[in-house]
Nanobody, 124 residues
Framework: EVQLVESGGGLVQAGGSLRLSCAAS????????IGWFRRAPGKELEGVSC????????YYVDSVKGRFTISRDNAKNTVYLQMNSLKPEDTAVYYC?????????????????WGQGTQVTVSS
C-alpha cells in the first residue's frame, strides 16, 4: 500500500521555523520526485517546492525562495521542508506528493500519490 505521511506542522509565531517531514512507503521512493503543496483557506492548491529523485534539482515558488529548503534522505524514504522566517500568509494545510513524471514539475496533475496533509498556522 502506497503511503505518504506528513508530520511537523503546528502553530508558530511569525518569524519562527518549522520542519515538515514526509515519510513514504509502498513504492520505490528514489524513483520518484517529491513535491510540497499547500492549500490556504479559501484559496486554490499551490505548488511550493519540489525535488528530483536524487535530490540534485529543486524548485521553489517565488514566495518562499530564500526561506524554505527542501531536501530528501533516500535511505529513510523521507523528504523534508525546512521553513524559516514564516509569515502569516504561509498558513495552510501542507501536502507532500510523489510523481514519476520524467522531469521535475510542480504541476499537481502530474503527481501520482498524495499524503493527507499537515496544518501549519503562523500567527502575527
Amino acid at each position: 500500500e502506497v503511503q505518504l505521511v506528513e508530520s511537523g506542522g503546528g502553530l508558530v509565531q511569525a518569524g519562527g521555523s518549522l520542519r515538515l517531514s514526509c515519510a513514504a512507503s509502498g513504492f520505490t521512493f528514489d524513483d520518484y520526485r517529491i513535491g510540497w503543496f499547500r492549500r490556504a483557506p479559501g484559496k486554490e492548491l499551490e505548488g511550493v517546492s519540489c525535488i528530483s529523485s536524487r535530490g540534485g534539482s529543486t524548485y521553489y515558488v517565488d514566495s518562499v525562495k530564500g526561506r524554505f529548503t527542501i531536501s530528501r534522505d533516500n535511505a529513510k524514504n523521507t523528504v523534508y521542508l525546512q521553513m524559516n522566517s514564516l509569515k502569516p500568509e504561509d498558513t495552510a494545510v501542507y501536502y507532500c506528493a510523489a510523481t514519476n513524471y520524467r522531469v521535475t514539475t510542480i504541476n499537481p496533475l502530474r503527481y501520482n500519490y498524495w499524503g493527507q496533509g499537515t496544518q501549519v498556522t503562523v500567527s502575527s
